[in-house]
């Protein structure tokens, strides 16, 4: 395991499932002295369950929080994880720039990084960054459930996970450094990969898959047989519409903002399935 110096504060934004377990993980491995929680939503469940050490509604409440907890000291560096729906990232790097500025010249935001299963999104609103652009790279853990909420967080959820690591142009050599390491004390596996390849990628090894898992349960939950697929069904159909129990709005963010490489992903599976059963027939 790569030895990561301890942070003074690990901000996570977004403390649902994924974001809880990445809580529970840098808690676990002592990888900073104080993990905060920022959400509105789920932030108090994940408190009282242990992932976090304190909760925040807001970005910009972070710098008096991080001074309380840190005993009134003016000097401490905040490591930044984004865990919400990619459709929130705009809002989030412009708070983020904001933040920036209200910090003392003793106070500094080492590096940021988000888990967002699309791209194209990321860099568009990456513009909103502004200087923070050079302490950003942009992450995609492989691991994940369809199971949802802080409740269900597992501090294990990494452990040999595949983590896809794209940088931005203005990313700098030692954020990238700094986030590898954090995603490897954590049990995953970094993995560089060009930010323009990713979603052409993804639409092939995880978006399809997804839109095929809840199209096939969609089609049976409206079919005439539903109730004997219920009933009757074996490990064939279970293991291939598992994942479709997954948040669906969440997948839905991600659909959407992966529309086109995802439908020409689509196009070819089906021409494919055609082609297929055509030859067969």
Known sequence: MASTASLDVLAIVGTGFMGASIAAAA?????????IGIDRQSAQQALSLGHIDAQAESIAQLPQLCSQRLAQNDRFAIAIVIASPVHTYSQIFSELSNLSQMLK???AITWITDIGSTKSGVL???N???????AFVSSHPMAGSEKHGPADARADLFQSARVLISRLPQSTDNAVAAVEDFWITLGGQPS???IEEHDELLAAISHLPHAVAYSLAGVLAGSPLAGAAQALHGGGLRDTTRIAASSPELWADIFLDNREQLLAAWSEWSLHV???CRGHA
């Open 27 to 35: 808690k676990r491995r002592g990888i900073a002295n104080h993990v």
């Open 105 to 107: 010249a003793s106070q």
């Open 124 to 126: 568009k609103a990456a």
């Open 128 to 134: 909103n960054l502004g200087n923070l652009a050079s």
């Open 192 to 194: 560089l990969l060009p």
């Open 274 to 276: 055609e082609v297929t």
